[in-house]
């Protein structure tokens, strides 16, 4: 199992990798083109960041959800400071399916484990918190965003890369993953 995840995961790399280089020589390229062109360019470099970042969709397309019913927009992730070990997670949940559905774990290659948290506040004090679920009703957005609902990554192992895989898993077992990309 291990194994098969090791190697699932070496290939999003390179997969990321290869798009953004891809992407890089196309916006050399076209900055010598006319305007409906770039317009077509827009298009497909959309569609190379998807399929670059884990693909966004739903993992299982057996269900009455289809794979662009529920997609991650926007992950990023703020790595650790020097000499910390936890990194944070923020993005946008879309749920366009007619269902509601129930973040109820998450996975972040490179971390000991990772958690759903939100900030509360409470008597006047901000407070943090780790939540066991996230509900998102059907056609919501939800954004994880720093001040709400976010993602915690322990014992963070930075590395010097543009994307980091993260896995949304739902309570019916469907999952959702992105590459999230670095902020400071």
């Known amino acids: 199992m291990a194994i098969t995840t090791s190697l699932k995961f070496t290939k999003l790399l390179y997969l990321g990798g ?16 006319p305007v409906p062109f ?20 739903m993992v299982d397309d057996h ?10 927009g926007d ?3 703020r790595l650790p400071l020097p000499g910390q070990t936890t990194a944070v997670v923020y993005l946008t949940l879309h749920n366009s399916s007619s269902q509601a ?7 972040v290659p490179g971390s000991e484990r990772a958690e759903l948290h939100q900030h509360l506040h409470e008597n006047g004090m901000m407070k943090m918190r780790a939540v066991e679920s996230i509900p998102v009703a059907a056609g ?27 896995t949304l898993v739902f309570a019916d077992g469907r999952q959702v993953s ?6 400071r």
Do not use: C, N
């Open 38 to 57: 770039l317009l077509i360019y827009a298009s497909l470099a959309s569609v190379a960041v998807l399929a670059g970042d884990g693909t966004g969709k």
């Open 101 to 107: 559905l129930t973040v109820t774990e998450v996975k």
């Open 18 to 33: 290869l798009l953004a280089g891809i992407r890089r020589w196309l916006m050399r390229v076209t900055a010598l083109l």
């Open 63 to 72: 269900s009455e959800l289809s794979q662009a019913s529920v997609s991650i």
């Open 178 to 183: 992105a590459g999230a990309r670095v902020v």
């Open 140 to 166: 919501e957005t939800l954004e994880f965003t720093p001040g709400g609902y976010h993602i915690m990554a322990f014992e963070m192992v930075a590395e010097t890369r543009q994307l980091y895989p993260v």
């Open 75 to 77: 992950a990023r992730i």
